[in-house]
């Protein structure tokens, strides 16, 4: 293994420095920009996805049914600290594109700095929490007894990884700076040291569910640290100034604003997970916490695909919306529409037609015939959803890269919050269960028939003259 990362770094880092050279955000087709931008980020964001796959099925296959659970309920941690590195990252990769778009690259500089020193700050403050806390943040969860036990022993070790793993944010930089291939290329990396991790851990060295979070932490560490490399040692085109990584008011402030509505996306997201789960445990008991988990673990590629596009194109609108080439940036948005549409039309034939066989993946049919059955109706019944969520996602990194700041976070509560939480409480009290999984389909196809009349209100000449 130590061979194959070896010459996987080789590849990965001898053409970097030319690669940021080969296209212009100003003069070349929105077409030809997504496939370069989009393409690298959805690979990435797929490749994410498939080793949390990865991850879930061998947790099902090696600690079972409750180690399953146990992640799942887990989930929303990961959800709210990647919030972070998106309110910093994403924040940071707008600002970045956006003052290379209006040629201030010394500003892009100082927006780099302070990202860094504002993940350095919080970094801290959340390790420190998470480490005093995680044992009763799950017990509010709803997590009890072995589940609560299985669940620590996962999250602690995430824990301990805290202080690299918030520096994922510096992909979302490196793409705005016009490098959208490193990123994705060092998520391939990380995915086969936790693939192959996992095995060691989890069937050589019988480590369960420790192992796991284990393989996950080596993995994002290891991705984190070549980022790391890519700006000290100077090839990248935002240069990184040890004098500017300390925190000023009128860059910081900017950062979190635009970084906010991702921001919020995720903590809300969270909340909505922790919200379902203990309606699921109310009615299902861990097998039904144990089916949401597969549907996460599937719904992941298809939401990576959404997430991928919309943080991939951002680069492309900021830069040529700082440039006031606002044809570009209306173009930008409906090609990534498209893209994502089609995409989710194939998830919802996949979902519908093979249940079943996908829930097998992740659990043994001997002994777990109710968490199959409770699987099968959540994943048809929440495939249907796919195409609404794809849209409102890609919808609000759009406001985001404009720096329409309220319009993108009132998108971003909208689907997880302002209606999904009421729509699930009122169908789980009249449908049980399957009012939970129905609560998908309602609230976000409502959610992206709002955001596409806010995108049809908000023309882009009338954000020009308000921001």
């Not at 997590?143 to 944010?169: H, K, Q, R």
């Amino acid at each position: 293994m130590t061979h194959l990362i070896a010459k996987l770094k080789h590849t990965f880092f001898s053409k970097s420095k030319k690669e940021t050279t080969k296209y212009s955000l100003k003069e070349d087709s929105v077409l030809k920009l997504l496939f370069i931008f989009v393409g690298p980020a959805v690979l990435g964001m797929l490749i994410n996805a498939l080793y949390n796959f990865v991850d879930r099925i061998f947790v099902g296959q090696f600690v079972g049914v409750e180690g399953l659970s146990a992640v799942t309920m887990v989930f929303p941690v990961n959800l709210f600290q990647y919030g972070f590195v998106l309110l910093f990252g994403s924040g940071a990769g707008v600002l970045i594109a956006k003052y290379l778009g209006e040629s201030k690259p010394e500003k892009a500089e100082e927006v780099l700095g302070n990202a860094i020193a504002g993940l350095f700050l919080i970094m801290l403050l959340f390790t420190s929490a998470g480490l005093l806390f995680y044992k009763p943040m799950l017990g509010l969860f709803g997590a009890t007894e072995e589940l609560l036990n299985l669940s620590a022993d996962y999250l602690l070790v995430l824990i301990l990884g805290f202080p690299l793993s918030f520096f994922l944010a510096l992909e979302f930089t490196c793409r705005a700076e016009g490098n959208p291939k490193l990123p994705a290329k060092l998520v391939v990396l990380s995915c086969v040291i936790n693939v192959c991790l996992d095995y060691v851990f989890m069937k050589i060295f019988n480590l369960g569910i420790r192992g796991a979070a284990l393989a996950t932490l080596i993995a994002q560490a290891t991705n984190v640290l070549l980022l790391m490399r890519y700006y000290i040692s100077g090839k990248s085109v935002v240069k990184l100034t040890w004098n500017k990584i300390k925190l000023k008011k009128e860059i910081i402030i900017p950062i979190v604003m635009v970084g906010f509505a991702p921001f919020l996306m995720d903590l809300a997201i969270s909340f909505q997970n922790i919200f379902a789960n203990n309606l699921l445990l109310h009615s299902g008991g861990v097998d039904g916490v144990a089916a949401m988990g597969i549907l996460f673990g599937v719904n992941a590629f298809f939401m990576m695909i959404a997430l991928g596009t919309g943080d991939g194109m951002q680069p492309i609108v900021s830069f040529n919306f700082g440039a006031k080439l606002y044809a570009r940036s209306r173009k930008t948005l409906a090609l990534a529409l498209k893209i994502v549409s089609a995409v989710a039309l194939i998830g919802v034939v996949i979902l519908e037609v093979f249940p079943t066989q996908i829930t097998r993946i992740f659990v043994d049919a001997d002994g777990n015939q109710n968490v199959i059955r409770i699987a099968k109706i959540a994943l048809q019944i929440f495939a249907i959803t796919i195409p609404f969520y794809s849209v409102q996602i890609v919808v609000t990194r759009y406001f985001q890269a404009l720096q329409k700041n309220r319009v993108a976070t009132f998108l971003a509560l909208l689907r997880p919050i302002i209606l999904f939480v009421p729509m699930a409480y009122l169908l789980h009290n009249y449908y049980g269960l399957i009012g939970i999984w129905m609560a998908f389909p309602v609230s976000d196809s409502i959610g992206a028939l709002i955001s596409l009349g806010f995108v049809k209100r908000y023309t882009i000449h009338k954000l020009s003259m308000t921001n």
